[in-house]
C-alpha cells in the first residue's frame, strides 16, 4: 500500500508540473497573441493619422504651391512612421503563423534591418522637427550658432534625404556582428538579432546611443531652450503691461505646446526602448513584439500631437470627425465643439523671444 501510494503521488507530482508547464505556455502564447492584436489595433490608428497627415500636406502644397521647412520634415516623419508600422506588423504577423520558423530566416533578419533603420529615422526626424521648432522661437546672439542654424535650415530636404541613408548605412553591420537566431529562454520568434561576442554588444551599445541617446540629447536641449526663454519672455511681457493682463502669445503657444509635447513624449519612449533592449540583449527576454507595441505608441501620440500642433489640421480633423457623427444621431454626445472661424483682420504681427532683448518678428513656425 505505501509503495502504491508513493507511485500515485509521483504520478500527481508529475501531472502537476506537466499542467504548470503548460499553463505556463499558454499564458506566454496568449501574452504574444494579445500583443499582436493590440499592436494591430495600434498600427491602424498610426497609419490613420499618419496619412491623414501626408494627405493634408500634399493638400496645402496644391494651395500655396511650395513647402514650409517643417511640412518637408512632418512629411518625411508621416512616410517612416507608416513604414515602420507596415513592416513591424507584417513580421509580427509572420513570426504567428510560423510558428516553428520553417521558413528560411534572411526574410525575417532583413524586415528586422529595416525596422531597426526606419526607428532611426523616425527618432532623428523627431528630433529635427524639434530642432527647427526652437530655431524659430528662439533667437539666440551667438553669430555662429546661428550660422550653423541657417546652413542646416537652408538644407532640410536633403538632410531629410540623408536620416534614412544614415539609418540604413548604421543597422548594416547588423549582418556581420549579429547572429541571425534566437537564444530567447522560451516561446522563439524568428530571425532575431542578436550579439554573439563582445564586438556585437559595443555595436549594440553604440547604436543605441546613435538611435535613441543623441537624438534625445538634443531634443532635452532644445526644450530646455525653449521653455526657459519662454519664461523669460512671458516675464518681460508681463512687466511691459505692468501685470495689467496676463501675457498672450496667440498661436505660438499651440507650437510651444507641440514641441514640448514631442520631448516629453519621446523621453518617455526612450526610458522604456533602453530597458526593453537591455532585457532582449542582457537577460535573452522574448520581448522583442513588446518593443514593436510600444513603438507603435510612440508614433500613433506622435502624429497626434504633430496633427495638434497644426491648426488647420486639427481644425479640419474635428470638422471631419463631427460629420461622421451626423450620420449617428445616437453618438452626437461624441461630437467637439468646433471653433467658429473669426472675421478677417490685418496680419498682425507675432512675438519671438530672444536671449536679450523682446523683438518683434514674422515668425514663420508653422
Known amino acids: 500500500m505505501v509503495r502504491r501510494r508513493h507511485g500515485t503521488s509521483s504520478i500527481d507530482d508529475l501531472t502537476t508540473a506537466l499542467k504548470y508547464i503548460w499553463g505556463n505556455i499558454v499564458i506566454m502564447y496568449m501574452n504574444k497573441v494579445a500583443i499582436w492584436v493590440m499592436t494591430g489595433l495600434l498600427a491602424t490608428t498610426t497609419v490613420f493619422f499618419n496619412v491623414y497627415i501626408f494627405l493634408m500636406s500634399i493638400w496645402n502644397y496644391r494651395q500655396k504651391k511650395k513647402w514650409s521647412p517643417s511640412e518637408t520634415i512632418i512629411l ?14 507584417f513580421w509580427m504577423t509572420m513570426d504567428e503563423l510560423d510558428s516553428k520558423c520553417l521558413i528560411d530566416q534572411k526574410p525575417y533578419t532583413v524586415m528586422l534591418l529595416l525596422i531597426y533603420s526606419l526607428k532611426f529615422t523616425i527618432m532623428w526626424d523627431t528630433s529635427f522637427l524639434t530642432f527647427y521648432y526652437s530655431t524659430k522661437l528662439v533667437s539666440t546672439p ?20 540623408l536620416i534614412p541613408l544614415l539609418g540604413l548605412g548604421t543597422c ?7 547572429k541571425s537566431d534566437n537564444i530567447t529562454a522560451a516561446n522563439k520568434d524568428c530571425g532575431i538579432l542578436t550579439p554573439t561576442n563582445n564586438i556585437g554588444h559595443v555595436y549594440e551599445a553604440m547604436y543605441l546611443i546613435l538611435s535613441d541617446v543623441l537624438p534625445g540629447v538634443l531634443m532635452v536641449k532644445c526644450c530646455f531652450s525653449i521653455s526657459f526663454h519662454l519664461a523669460v519672455h512671458l516675464r518681460k511681457m508681463k512687466a511691459s503691461s505692468n501685470g495689467a493682463h496676463m501675457p498672450k502669445l496667440g498661436s505660438q503657444m499651440r507650437v510651444i505646446q507641440m514641441a514640448l509635447s514631442l520631448v516629453a513624449v519621446f523621453i518617455l519612449f ?3 526602448d ?22 507603435s505608441i510612440y508614433t500613433t501620440v506622435t502624429a497626434m500631437v504633430l ?21 449617428y444621431p445616437c453618438l452626437y454626445c461624441l461630437k467637439v465643439p468646433e471653433q467658429k472661424a473669426k472675421p478677417s483682420t490685418p496680419e498682425k504681427v507675432q512675438t519671438c523671444f530672444s536671449q536679450e532683448v523682446f523683438v518683434l518678428n514674422k515668425c514663420v513656425i508653422v
Open 76 to 89: 518625411a516623419l508621416s512616410v517612416a512612421d507608416v513604414a515602420h508600422q507596415l513592416i513591424c506588423y
Open 142 to 161: 551667438n553669430h555662429c550658432y546661428t550660422q550653423i542654424q541657417d546652413a542646416i535650415l537652408k538644407h532640410v530636404t536633403l538632410a531629410v534625404c
Open 172 to 178: 548594416m553591420p547588423m549582418l556581420m556582428v549579429f
Open 270 to 272: 526612450l526610458v522604456i
Open 307 to 327: 496633427i495638434y500642433g497644426k491648426k488647420t489640421f486639427w481644425k479640419a480633423l474635428i470638422h471631419e470627425f463631427n460629420v461622421c457623427l451626423d450620420e
Open 274 to 295: 533602453l530597458y526593453v533592449n537591455y532585457q532582449i540583449s542582457v537577460n535573452h527576454e522574448n520581448i522583442i513584439g513588446l518593443t514593436f507595441c510600444f513603438t
